[in-house]
T-cell receptor, first 112, second 111 residues
């Protein structure tokens, strides 16, 4: 299936700094989902974006879907140690019902 | 208490043995999925099933087999044909084109 590229692969920030991860596709996506996986845990759904240019906020997290629906970003304002984990973007494969293609993720480390 | 259960959490096998990983859900979801996670590789789709008695191969199905005899259950068998079976295996389910719910995973080690 088509791949989405996530950058950066790793990010290490001091608590209170902002963080952004990007998800890029060479083709137009029908939607984009974001998941968070804590160390040793399993992925947990955060949000789904569907519309071109869509912006959604969840407390300190801001999610954007690009106008061309080929890229997306997750921005965390004033990181906290509870934000530690790996953030994945994912999109429907299109040829297979609701199965998803996942990016390789961005691992965030926050030091106090 | 609804959710997805996977058992066992850790599994150790000798090379050449088949092993079956359990996945059960009580969310009444039609679709279920198996992913494999390796360090730095994200999640890769092994098999998925959108309805009972039907399933399709994902990107890395070679060396794996599944069955979907009941809506609640989607077991994965890792066969001896799988070249590098040591990995973290995640089962998920969903009802429609929306979020997937993941189980806690099974960490398989084959030596």
């Amino acid at each position: 299936g088509q791949q989405v590229m996530q950058i950066p692969q790793y990010q290490h920030v001091q608590e209170g700094e902002d963080f952004t991860t990007y998800c890029n596709s060479s083709t137009t996506l029908s939607n984009i989902q974001w998941y968070k996986q804590r160390p040793g845990g399993h992925p947990v759904f955060l949000i789904q974006l569907v519309k071109s240019g869509e912006v959604k906020k969840q407390k300190r997290l801001t999610f954007q879907f690009g106008e061309a629906k080929k890229n997306s970003s997750l921005h965390i304002t004033a990181t906290q140690t509870t934000d530690v984990g790996t953030y994945f973007c994912a999109h429907e494969r299109g040829d297979s019902g609701y199965a998803l293609n996942f990016g390789k993720g961005t691992s965030l480390l926050v030091t106090p | 208490d609804g959710g997805i259960t996977q058992s066992p959490k850790y599994l150790f096998r000798k090379e050449g043995q088949n092993v079956t990983l359990s996945c059960e859900q009580n969310l009444n979801h039609d679709a279920m999925y198996w992913y494999r996670q390796d360090p730095g590789q994200g999640l890769r789709l092994i098999y998925y099933s959108q309805i009972v008695n039907d399933f399709q191969k994902g990107d890395i199905a070679e060396g794996y087999s599944v069955s979907r005899e009941k809506k609640e259950s989607f077991p994965l068998t890792v066969t001896s044909a799988q070249k590098n079976p040591t990995a973290f295996y995640l089962c998920a389910s969903s009802s429609t084109s929306y979020e997937q719910y993941f189980g806690p995973g099974t960490r398989l080690t084959v030596t």
